[in-house]
DNA sequence: AATGAATGAGCGTTCATTCAT
DNA sequence: GATGAATGAACGCTCATTCAT
């Protein structure tokens, strides 16, 4: 049953809701405890209780949102955009400006997948994001612009690149996301459009 | 300190360490209990300590032995090759093979990459299997066959579509390796390539 | 971190600390469990987590309280007392009621003294109170009340005849406090007066 | 049943006996393991077995020879001393020798004391050797040597100065056993003798 | 005499969750 | 809304002891 909440409620909520965020991308999901994080907000543990039926469906939660945000994110940064080409592109560069913004977030997807428990609806959310990607390579297709193909697997296929470039060198390496993402998509583009 | 283990000790050994690797990933690491693996195989608490020094250094240690084996099989396949193009293509070939007979390592790689204990260890496992492919795209380079670049991060972009849709496409949809491997391949020799 | 405790949980915590330092006293530190001393007073193990960081801790802490109740037990008997030998006297009488009426930590202090994890604490513990006797030492001898000689090592020569007193008459053989007393008395006056 | 032991054998349980001692002394009784014992002088578990029925009957083993061997010791220092205040002094003088060179044994004593399990074979060996003293005591105050009192007690009062201030002087502070045991002489032959 | 392997109860501690106030 | 107190199963790990070889 959802809560009407007090403002003072909500703020507590997303107080509760970003610390255990950063707290569960530091130190992991199981290490961390909800004692931990009610204490580290310096209230009581019954609060937790009062906003989040379990620690569970918190970190479902977050999963949730961050994805929701991600897809958002995602559909405002091409909007307006005429060539699929010019979609991919930016689709890519938005999801690794994401990444950048969001260490944390990537962080929890990351072990949200290896945990048969949270795996399906991480698969469910990518999915989703992926296959709007698919379309643009599908319009790019039919439109003559790239040669044919796959188009799910070469949204995969530049999922993989822009996630695995952006953990290694922007959140790990610190480098720049500009940089990176001009390369990432240089690879992707090259990666779809072949020989073209 | 070493323990000097008898033939009948290295099987249990052995045992322990199959046993745990498969739960480890089909159920998390935090999740297993040793309490668990020992249940399972039918022994008492005491034996998984005789073994191991703890829950920890036995997943440090799969970790390591799955990096050593992935390594090993990646180094047999392109041995004997002599153009760096071809290395690098049999280079992704061998990783999904060993990702589609592996599953479970991969699954626990992907763990360990998010949890901030063991993802030092991840990472410089990683660096090493990653410099060898980037050596191979720096040849190929030096031989004018494809366009100069950063080759760390070609090299990594690689790495990201092969993982990535080993995950997505051999274990999670179960298709064929072969299929799966011959995109991979196309999709980063395009990459790198470019429009060569 | 501090808990701020209410009535209810001052009173647990009290309850704990004496039934804890009973068993510690009865059965030693090493074979008292948390589990039995939780069970012994009905509570849940949690219980005895919420109120003390750990089993040593707790120890510590009846360690600690119980130097200082002898220590202010034995300064506000001596207080008012003008001549240093009779300080001396009334400290070894109170020392050897407090003996008498604290038998368990009596033996808490034997066995922590043999353990080096403890030992230092109640070495400077120790030091403090024998400081104390020896600053009247001192004096004793500065009035020309007792020959000069070297105050701590006479100090110490009076707590071993007061405390290995204790130990054998009255806790092991049930021997009046006020009798032993005056023989300790006696012969610790006599060690420090000498042949005057 | 008494195992008879070849050479060997004998020298096997000595040198147990030794680590043993040591380690329980340092480290304590009970955090001391089998394991540790064994480990400590390159052996099987089932060694520790073979020689000693258990951890517990191994400690009553060493306690029991160290007060035999404590005992013996004295009794060949005061051998041929016809004045019993001599016996007295040497005998101070031979425990605290002891002490400064049983160390370990000393610490094991206290502990030992301490313990309910093992506290009645302490008292009982202990009073062996008390009763010895005594009858020195005895003997003096029958020659006129000493005024009348509780020859028990005051051999207490004795053996509470000397281990006192062996624990305290020479253990603790390292200072020269002859320097301490001088000291403890002089204030136990005053506290027997008093004003005479 | 000695080994390596195994046992399993028990240890100190943690933690998600509940509840009275 | 929020607190401090409590629960108790479960955790990782230890250890005295036993046993087959």
Same mark, same amino acid.
Request: charge should be negative.
């Given at each position: 049953?959802?809560?009407?909440?007090?403002?003072?409620?909500?703020?507590?909520?997303?107080?509760? &809701?970003? #610390?255990?965020?950063?707290? #569960?991308?530091?130190?992991?999901?199981?290490?961390?405890?909800?004692?931990?994080? &009610?204490?580290?907000?310096?209230?009581?543990?019954?609060?937790?209780?009062?906003?989040?039926?379990?620690?569970?469906?918190?970190? +479902?939660?977050?999963? +949730?949102?961050?994805?929701?945000?991600?897809?958002?994110?995602?559909?405002? @940064?091409?909007?307006?955009?005429?060539?699929?080409?010019?979609?991919?592109?930016?689709?890519?560069?938005?999801?690794?400006?994401?990444?950048?913004?969001?260490?944390?977030? #990537?962080?929890?997807?990351?072990?949200?997948?290896?945990?048969?428990?949270?795996?399906?609806?991480?698969?469910?959310?990518?999915?989703?994001?992926?296959?709007? @990607?698919?379309?643009? &390579?599908?319009?790019?297709? @039919?439109?003559?612009?790239?040669?044919?193909?796959?188009?799910?697997?070469?949204?995969?296929?530049?999922?993989?690149?822009?996630?695995?470039?952006?953990? &290694?060198?922007?959140?790990?390496?610190?480098?720049?996301?500009?940089?990176? @993402?001009?390369?990432?998509?240089?690879?992707?583009?090259?990666?779809?459009?072949?020989?073209?």
């Amino acid at each position: 049953m959802e809560r009407r909440l007090t403002e003072r409620g909500e703020q507590r909520r997303t107080q509760l &809701v970003e #610390f255990a965020t950063r707290r #569960f991308a530091e130190n992991g999901y199981h290490p961390t405890s909800v004692a931990e994080i &009610v204490e580290g907000i310096g209230v009581g543990k019954g609060v937790f209780y009062w906003y989040f039926p379990s620690k569970e469906q918190l970190f +479902r939660e977050i999963l +949730r949102d961050a994805q929701r945000d991600l897809r958002k994110r995602q559909q405002q @940064a091409i909007e307006g955009l005429d060539l699929p080409i010019d979609r991919i592109e930016q689709g890519i560069r938005e999801s690794m400006r994401w990444s950048a913004e969001n260490r944390h977030l #990537f962080v929890l997807f990351q072990f949200a997948t290896s945990e048969e428990r949270f795996a399906p609806a991480m698969r469910k959310g990518e999915e989703v994001a992926v296959a709007d @990607a698919a379309r643009h &390579v599908k319009d790019a297709m @039919a439109d003559g612009e790239i040669p044919d193909g796959d188009p799910m697997l070469q949204a995969h296929a530049m999922l993989g690149v822009a996630s695995h470039l952006a953990r &290694v060198f922007i959140h790990e390496q610190g480098r720049s996301g500009d940089e990176i @993402a001009d390369a990432a998509v240089e690879f992707c583009l090259r990666g779809i459009l072949g020989g073209a």
